[in-house]
């Protein structure tokens, strides 16, 4: 949601903070309570895990910040894009000039 709002993809709003918040804390508070009874070193499943999450749902609004069109005149990372200049007669063809057909 955050990378979202960096990227100009989402807009945070109060609601969705608050929502995130308690989803949060709610999966903390699963995953705290039955850390107790589990054997010791699996929270280093809880961490990848929740690391892969974290990945997952960075990776969306990446996503689609870069299927958005480029501005004209620009390329997909904000450069000038190059502009070919317009062929003339044959020179557009990379032809040596002595297998040119010679024009009589």
Known sequence: MVVGAILGVERLTVRKITGVAIAVLGVTAALAAGL?????????GELIMTGAA??????????EYARRPA???????????PVAPAPQGDDHLDI?????RQAT
């Open 54 to 63: 974290q990945q997952i749902a960075a990776s969306e609004p990446v996503s």
């Open 36 to 44: 107790a009874q589990s054997p010791p070193g699996a929270w280093r």
């Open 96 to 100: 040596p000039a002595f297998l040119r």
């Open 71 to 81: 501005p004209q005149g620009l390329d997909m990372h904000g450069r000038p894009a």
